[in-house]
């Protein structure tokens, strides 16, 4: 038996051998040669599918590799590539399916540059002509310095995927107010019933929809929604992020670069952003929702569900219909906006009943025959939450439809994609969804990441910019009313061997993601306290700050800091309780319970001197002084409280540490919880 050089050796030849057998003639008698030397591996999911590529290959004088050699493959074909790929082809050429598509239509080899899915390295430079890198770096000539105090300002007020995250987040707290307006019975707690009527509401192109309100005139025509300006358009690799259905009748998507939209439709019109219009009409939006039931969950700035079953009756379809139909007509008298919806008994059959009624329709699926009737007539690829490379998956078991699986039992299923992929599918397979409306969120953590426009030459620059980040972070924090305790620095670190510019200007291209964390002894909402940890954590590293390509700064482990607020509000206010006032110590004679086994106050003032002036303050520490301090409170000793606090604020004002003004301010709020709780009194802090 031979090795496995020689089995693989004769594979490849006999696949060679298909391939020349596979070869089609064209119309002429000929065959075409665009494609002559080419040698391809197509990789992942594609569109279109592998099938049509090597087809299109096969009969343009390629060859079609089934296994990845360098010594074999000029090209990889891929819509997308793992981090890890992209590492071990950074050398390689990397192009999507569509240069292959465009190369057939053309009948010509068109140039790589424009269809490059990963600039991995320098080579890929000399492919540019001079124009299009003139093209290129045209799109953003703007754009302020990194270090420039108005940069993360500019970023963030053009940035749309700062407003799709942070509009959420908005929302939910604008939802909130309005179930207290129009319900002041409403709690917000995530309740489970044994019957809904779920309404997925959904406002159609809604970002175009918005920019043709005011431009009635461009109705009926393609409009795409980008940042690219009008002379910016030949081969401009601006993202649309929404565009009209006449746009889409020509093969244009949202996420599509605008260069290559305007290869599939030249007359598309382009639109700017409008942020502010887009805020005001969603709030409008959840207005109109919450006014009909508190029973609503935010999804996202043009979307949410509604559980309409105490309005409706649940056994009359006809009125259903006429409930939805009413409410959509509202939305669009008030918005300006054509509305679509689906109506179905859980959130999984609602979302997809919106499918069949777009554009600026409605469908309803209730029953439980017209459930299953309708999902397993469904496309697996129409499941929301089921992606691609699980649909390739099932379709290389040649299932295709939900009907398909109905067959396989939830073990099979599970064994084919894993148990928690597998469960989901076989019940949703079967129109279930056990998932309840979300009415109430708790954010784990919030962050601020730029990872367009950061060119930073040295360590400075860079402490530079992370101030300025974590000051919109202390922005952020504050107004969700919340501080954390857990900090953590995320980088992007251009990959060895990578484009020093990416194709897209100012990008990040190819980087390497590093990650690392550390612990704030007492949760904070700070941002000067935050910067000082971040910048440790800077120091810790070896980093060359012209490579960083990518900044974030996250904070988690957070905490409501509201209460705190509430009880310290008033610090004028000496302790009472109720008309009499709360017997206290007035002398150091009173009880004084020991720390660290003293009890004599010049000792334990020594002993909190000493670890004022350590270097950090670990939280082992602020424990124990804590701890000491609810002890004298107990003892109604609030002279030699207000006597320690003053003691540290002064050594802490010399000192001028963010982390240690922390936790002073921790200390301090720590002192005056355990005063309310005990004494039902606030400590008077006029003399601190």
């Given amino acids: 038996?031979?090795?496995?050089?020689?089995?693989?050796?004769?594979?490849?030849?006999?696949?060679?051998?298909?391939?020349?057998?596979?070869?089609?003639?064209?119309?002429?008698?000929?065959?075409?040669?665009?494609?002559?030397?080419?040698?391809?591996?197509?990789?992942?999911?594609?569109?279109?599918?592998?099938?049509?590529?090597?087809?299109?290959?096969?009969?343009?004088?390629?060859?079609?590799?089934?296994?990845?050699?360098?010594?074999?493959?000029?090209?990889?074909?891929?819509?997308?590539?793992?981090?890890?790929?992209?590492?071990?082809?950074?050398?390689?050429?990397?192009?999507?399916?569509?240069w292959i598509v465009d190369c057939d239509a053309a009948q010509s080899r068109l140039s790589e540059a424009k269809y490059i899915l990963y600039r991995t390295s320098e080579n890929?430079?000399?492919?540019?002509?001079?124009?299009?890198?003139?093209?290129?770096?045209?799109?953003?000539?703007?754009?302020?310095?990194?270090?420039?105090?108005?940069?993360?300002?500019?970023?963030?007020?053009?940035?749309?995927?700062?407003?799709?995250?942070?509009?959420?987040?908005?929302?939910?707290?604008?939802?909130?107010?309005?179930?207290?307006?129009?319900?002041?019975?409403?709690?917000?707690?995530?309740?489970?019933?044994?019957?809904?009527?779920?309404?997925?509401?959904?406002?159609?192109?809604?970002?175009?929809?918005?920019?043709?309100?005011?431009?009635?005139?461009?109705?009926?025509?393609?409009?795409?929604?980008?940042?690219?300006?009008?002379?910016?358009?030949?081969?401009?690799?601006?993202?649309?992020?929404?565009?009209?259905?006449?746009?889409?009748?020509?093969?244009?998507?949202?996420?599509?670069?605008l260069g290559n939209a305007l290869k599939l439709c030249p007359n598309i019109i382009t639109v700017p952003y409008e942020f502010e219009s887009y805020h005001k009409a969603s709030n409008e939006l959840y207005r109109i929702l919450v006014e009909k039931t508190p029973y609503v969950e935010v999804v996202s700035c043009d979307e949410a569900f509604m559980d309409i079953v105490e309005l409706v009756d649940i056994s009359d379809e006809t009125l259903i219909q006429e409930f939805v139909q009413d409410l959509r007509s509202q939305i669009h008298s008030s918005i300006g906006c054509t509305v679509s919806a689906g109506i179905g008994p859980n959130k999984l059959v609602a979302r997809m009943a919106t499918r069949q009624g777009k554009p600026n329709g409605q469908y309803v699926c209730y029953s439980e025959e017209s459930v299953q009737d309708y999902i397993k007539s469904q496309p697996l690829q129409n499941l929301p939450g089921i992606g691609r490379a699980t649909c390739h998956k099932l379709e290389l078991q040649n299932f295709k439809l939900c009907g398909d699986l109905l067959l396989k039992s939830k073990a099979e299923l599970s064994d084919l994609l894993g148990p928690k992929t597998g469960e989901t599918v076989y019940y949703y397979c079967r129109g279930i969804d056990?998932?309840?409306?979300?009415?109430?969120?708790?954010?784990?953590?919030?962050?601020?990441?730029?990872?367009?426009?950061?060119?930073?030459?040295?360590?400075?620059?860079?402490?530079?910019?992370?101030?300025?980040?974590?000051?919109?972070?202390?922005?952020?924090?504050?107004?969700?009313?919340?501080?954390?305790?857990?900090?953590?620095?995320?980088?992007?670190?251009?990959?060895?061997?990578?484009?020093?510019?990416?194709?897209?200007?100012?990008?990040?291209?190819?980087?390497?993601?590093?990650?690392?964390?550390?612990?704030?002894?007492?949760?904070?909402?700070?941002?000067?306290?935050?910067?000082?940890?971040?910048?440790?954590?800077?120091?810790?590293?070896?980093?060359?700050?012209?490579?960083?390509?990518?900044i974030g700064v996250q904070i988690s482990k957070l905490k409501d800091s509201s209460l705190d607020q509430k009880n310290f509000a008033n610090t004028n206010k000496k302790i009472s309780k109720g008309s009499k006032d709360v017997p206290i110590c007035t002398s150091f004679q009173c009880s004084v319970p020991e720390f660290l086994g003293h009890k004599n106050t010049g000792d334990v003032k020594n002993i909190i001197k000493n670890w004022c002036e350590s270097p950090e303050p670990y939280q082992v520490d602020v424990d124990k002084v804590d701890e000491y301090l609810s002890q004298l409170i107990k003892y109604q000793n609030i002279n030699f409280v207000q006597e320690l606090l003053k003691f540290m604020r002064k050594i802490l004002k010399e000192r001028r540490v963010p982390e240690w003004n922390a936790v002073f301010n921790s200390t301090l709020q720590n002192v005056q919880r355990q005063i309310h709780v005990i004494l039902n009194g606030i400590l008077n802090l006029e003399d601190l």
């Fill in 434 to 550: 056990l998932r309840d409306l979300i009415l109430k969120h708790e954010r784990k953590s919030i962050s601020v990441e730029i990872n367009y426009g950061i060119r930073v030459e040295t360590i400075k620059e860079l402490e530079t910019f992370l101030l300025n980040l974590c000051k919109e972070l202390d922005n952020r924090m504050k107004a969700e009313k919340v501080s954390g305790s857990l900090v953590t620095l995320k980088l992007k670190e251009r990959s060895e061997n990578a484009a020093v510019e990416p194709i897209k200007y100012m990008g990040h291209g190819i980087c390497d993601n590093i990650s690392k964390s550390v612990n704030i002894a007492n949760a904070t909402n700070d941002g000067s306290v935050i910067h000082s940890k971040v910048m440790s954590l800077v120091n810790s590293m070896t980093l060359i700050p012209r490579d960083i390509r990518g």
């Fill in 1 to 98: 038996m031979g090795s496995h050089k020689d089995y693989m050796t004769l594979k490849r030849q006999k696949l060679d051998e298909q391939n020349t057998n596979q070869r089609f003639l064209l119309e002429d008698g000929k065959v075409s040669q665009i494609f002559k030397g080419v040698s391809v591996y197509i990789t992942g999911f594609t569109d279109p599918p592998s099938a049509v590529l090597k087809e299109i290959v096969l009969r343009n004088g390629g060859s079609v590799q089934m296994f990845f050699s360098k010594t074999h493959v000029t090209h990889i074909v891929a819509s997308n590539l793992p981090d890890f790929k992209v590492k071990l082809w950074k050398n390689d050429m990397i192009v999507t399916p569509l």
């Fill in 124 to 257: 890929i430079k000399d492919m540019m002509t001079k124009n299009e890198v003139n093209i290129v770096k045209s799109v953003s000539k703007n754009i302020p310095e990194t270090t420039s105090k108005d940069f993360v300002g500019e970023f963030y007020s053009n940035s749309r995927l700062h407003h799709l995250s942070t509009s959420v987040s908005e929302l939910r707290h604008e939802v909130s107010r309005l179930q207290s307006q129009y319900h002041p019975s409403y709690m917000p707690t995530n309740r489970k019933q044994t019957a809904s009527v779920i309404v997925h509401v959904d406002i159609d192109c809604f970002f175009v929809s918005i920019s043709l309100c005011s431009r009635p005139h461009l109705r009926g025509k393609p409009v795409c929604v980008t940042h690219a300006k009008p002379n910016d358009k030949l081969d401009s690799y601006a993202e649309i992020s929404s565009c009209s259905y006449e746009a889409r009748k020509f093969g244009v998507q949202n996420g599509m670069f």
